[in-house]
């Protein structure tokens, strides 16, 4: 009787994912396939929600979703303001923001989401994109809000953009909301070359959503960081402070887009995301989800 040769072993990291070996070839010595695409895009299988699922976790039916980019981290006008990795703007970037009209806007404390067109469907993710470790629970809930408005958000993600990147605000995160006017706040929209659209591009498509954009609190000029600074105050959505601001130049040129923490703000600590979290209030008290 012929000898059995042993299948070789396939590494896996802590999320059941294949670890990768060289460029061009698997963990297990095999060569990998090429991306028949070939334009470079993330290309996910996930098996369809509550289906396809053995008890042993045996997957028997994949969905392939195509995302979007994720949304890129914005750099601090300020250095000091955030953690040691953060990004932040040079001296000549922040000299080059006073030269140009800018638009300044409440940065809200939520949770970045992206909304995009797959198929003929409208799929939505975490900042950390399909799949990703959802561990407060937020994508049901968003669905849900989705699933009504998906006539007005479908046709805009079919002609006037790629996606849709927004702040969800359900769930309090470090600032407890009372009075938002939505859960679901746009931030950037990014259009069908790829690239991020100007503000006043931004604002059409959102408003062809139905979605509404961040509290506007300035647009024009600044002579400086003084001037910005001057702008945080209360939030629109409590009585408490606001997080910080979010500058945008209104043409769209480099630096596009930066922030500025509000000095002493601190985001809620991971272990704050292990039990039930509250959740934030409408403007419209009858419509918020208590």
């Not at 140009?100 to 992206?114: M, N, Q, S, Y």
Request: charged fraction near 25%; include cysteine.
């Amino acid at each position: 009787m012929g000898r059995h040769l042993p299948l070789p072993a396939v590494r896996r990291g802590a999320d059941g994912g294949e670890l990768r070996g060289p460029r061009g070839q698997r963990a297990d010595g095999r060569r990998r396939r090429r991306d028949p695409r070939g334009d470079g895009a993330v290309r996910r299988a996930r098996a369809l929600a509550g289906q396809g699922v053995g008890p042993r976790g045996h997957v028997g039916r994949l969905r392939v979703v195509t995302a979007p980019p994720p949304y890129p981290r914005i750099a601090h006008v300020l250095a000091g303001r955030g953690s040691r990795d953060d990004l932040v703007l040079s001296a000549a970037e922040v000299a080059s923001l006073w030269s140009r009209p800018l638009l300044v806007e409440e940065k809200l404390d939520g949770a970045t989401v992206v909304l995009w067109r797959e198929g003929g469907r409208l799929e939505c993710a975490l900042r950390s994109g399909p799949g990703g470790q959802d561990r407060a629970r937020q994508l049901g809930p968003l669905r849900a809000w989705l699933a009504p408005r998906s006539a007005a958000l479908g046709p805009v993600l079919a002609e006037g953009a790629s996606a849709v990147y927004a702040e969800w605000l359900l769930l309090t995160h470090s600032v407890h909301y009372d009075r938002l006017s939505d859960y679901l706040v746009g931030l950037d929209v990014l259009g069908p070359s790829g690239a991020f659209l100007d503000v006043d591009g931004r604002d059409a498509v959102l408003a062809a959503a139905g979605l509404v954009p961040p509290p506007r609190l300035h647009r024009g000029m600044l002579g400086g960081v003084g001037d910005l600074e001057a702008l945080l105050g209360r939030s629109s959505g409590c009585d408490g402070p606001m997080e910080g601001l979010i500058v945008r130049t209104l043409d769209g040129t480099e630096p596009r887009i930066a922030k500025l923490v509000r000095p002493g703000f601190s985001p809620a600590p991971d272990e704050a995301w292990r039990g039930e979290r509250p959740r934030n209030q409408l403007a419209d008290r009858d419509a918020s989800w208590h």
